[in-house]
């Protein structure tokens, strides 16, 4: 059974800080690493792609992969209010369906 | 900047009734996806189609559902018989036919069986 594996949270954080959301995924197949956020009642946005080991920035975002341990990490540097959100880590095989965990719901407070 | 648009954003049906979703994917793509939520669940993956047909779908795909791309711009989920169960945000997302392997999502349409 593939799996996506993150702590549901919330996560609370003031404003400015440094939030760290973390996942892991039971696939070694997995060849794609996203994060997506979610507002409450809306769809899935797309913030980060990663797709070899290492960093990826992206503005306050930094999305980390580490292939080995199977592990997907998202640091926002600098976290808003607006930031509060669910994030939600997706994988997959080159072009296939995306499995994606639960979410972490992030509470930013000013 | 383009988007995936859905229609319509929240249909209400009775139980053992027909639905159709529909979905305008982003014009340049040519994957085509549908997942589902169910409220304060994960997001599930139902079917990926490409080339008009279906290249991979979930066991939650079952032979109540069925796919479609009518015309060149709409892409369709039916819903034959419809359940209790199938209450749920359904989403569409579309896909570029060369990497990043980005798929965008669509609004959504939230479904209510009663």
């Known amino acids: 059974q593939k799996e996506v594996e993150q702590n549901s949270g919330p996560l609370s954080v003031p404003e400015g800080a440094i939030a760290s959301l973390n996942c892991t995924y039971s696939?070694?197949?997995?060849?794609?690493f996203f994060w997506y956020r979610q507002y409450s009642g809306k769809s899935p946005e797309l913030i980060m792609s990663?797709?070899?080991?290492g960093d990826k920035e992206d503005g306050r975002f930094t999305a980390q992969l580490n292939k080995a341990s199977q592990y997907v990490s998202l640091l926002i540097r600098d976290s808003q209010p607006s930031d509060s959100a669910t994030y939600l880590c997706?994988?997959?095989?080159?072009?296939?369906?995306?499995?994606f965990g639960k979410g972490t719901t992030l509470s930013v407070s000013s | 900047e383009p988007e995936v648009t859905q229609t319509p954003s929240h249909q209400v049906t009775q139980m053992g009734q027909e639905v159709i979703l529909r979905c305008v994917p982003i014009?340049?793509?040519?994957?085509f996806y549908w997942y589902r939520q169910i409220l304060g669940q994960k997001v599930e993956f139902l079917v990926s189609?490409?080339?008009?047909?279906?290249?991979?779908k979930s066991e939650i795909f079952d032979d109540q559902f069925s796919v479609e791309r009518p015309d060149g711009s709409n892409f369709t989920l039916k819903i034959r018989s419809t359940k209790l169960e199938d209450s749920a945000m359904y989403f569409c997302?579309?896909?570029?036919?060369?990497?990043?392997?980005?798929?965008?999502f669509g609004p959504g349409t939230r479904l209510t069986v009663t």
């Open positions: 990663i797709y070899s080991n």
């Open positions: 014009s340049n793509h040519l994957y």
């Open positions: 189609f490409y080339n008009n047909e279906i290249s991979e």
């Open positions: 696939d070694r197949g997995s060849q794609s």
């Open positions: 997706a994988v997959s095989k080159a072009g296939t369906a995306l499995i």
């Open positions: 997302a579309s896909k570029g036919t060369s990497g990043p392997y980005e798929q965008y």
